[in-house]
T-cell receptor
Framework: GAVVSQHPSRVICKSGTSVKIECRSLDFQATTMFWYRQFPKKSLMLMATSNEGSKATYEQGVEKDKFLINHASLTLSTLTVTSAHPEDSSFYIC??????????????FGNGTRLTVT | AQSVTQLGSHVSVSEGALVLLRCNYSSSVPPYLFWYVQYPNQGLQLLLKYTTGATLVKGINGFEAEFKKSETSFHLTKPSAHMSDAAEYFCAVRVSNNDMRFGAGTRLTVKP
């Protein structure tokens, strides 16, 4: 089955530093990847849609200058949390859809990244 | 606009009992519906999906769901709960080619 690899699984950083999270589709190509944020005991909140070779589309209320997304290839998207603050601590999950599949195909999810900002 | 409502943020059943997790949707177009499971500190894993055709859909781990258009529901069931089924379950509806809306999730607890 389709596999999405997300790295790192956990990261602790100091306030003011930047953190990069990688999302790779291992056995399929993904022209579009999605970045979600999940608060404790809450559902997934779509942050942005990452499009290969073009700018990401951000959801309302998500700061694009704070959450930098780069989708440089058909198998890799990165999310960089810049100048992180404790309130950015959360569980971040990426997902991707196989570019070769249809509208009814499911999203494939990475295992998430637990970010803790101290 | 498409949306998903999961009734009950927490469901507790005994091992061996029936599992029923409720999901209702709203959609202006024929929906594509999904159930995902999330174990602690992990991403989401697809359990099953409905697109077209048979309204009773079977998924992994013994789960199944039935699409009922008249009730706008897509409830998830399993005849006999196992301890390993304890997790968070999310119902989702495909909004467009590039978007999916998730319900708030239901935490399933299985008591021995």
């Amino acid at each position: 089955g389709a596999v999405v690899s997300q790295h790192p699984s956990r990261v602790i950083c100091k306030s003011g530093t930047s953190v990069k999270i990688e999302c790779r589709s291992l056995d399929f190509q993904a022209t579009t990847m999605f970045w979600y944020r999940q608060f404790p005991k809450k559902s997934l909140m779509l942050m942005a849609t990452s499009n290969e070779g073009s700018k990401a589309t951000y959801e309302q209320g998500v700061e694009k200058d704070k959450f930098l997304i780069n989708h440089a290839s058909l198998t890799l998207s990165t999310l960089t949390v810049t100048s992180a603050h404790p309130e950015d601590s959360s569980f971040y999950i990426c997902s991707a859809r196989d570019a070769g599949t249809g509208y009814d195909s499911p999203l494939h999810f990475g295992n998430g990244t637990r970010l803790t900002v101290t | 606009a498409q949306s998903v409502t999961q009734l009950g943020s927490h469901v507790s059943v005994s091992e061996g009992a029936l599992v029923l997790l409720r999901c209702n949707y709203s959609s202006s177009v024929p929906p594509y519906l999904f159930w995902y499971v999330q174990y602690p500190n992990q991403g989401l894993q697809l359990l099953l999906k409905y697109t077209t055709g048979a309204t009773l859909v079977k998924g992994i781990n013994g789960f199944e769901a039935e699409f009922k258009k008249s009730e706008t529901s897509f409830h998830l069931t399993k005849p006999s709960a196992h301890m390993s089924d304890a997790a968070e379950y999310f119902c989702a509806v495909r909004v467009s080619n590039n978007d999916m809306r998730f319900g708030a999730g239901t935490r399933l607890t299985v008591k021995p």
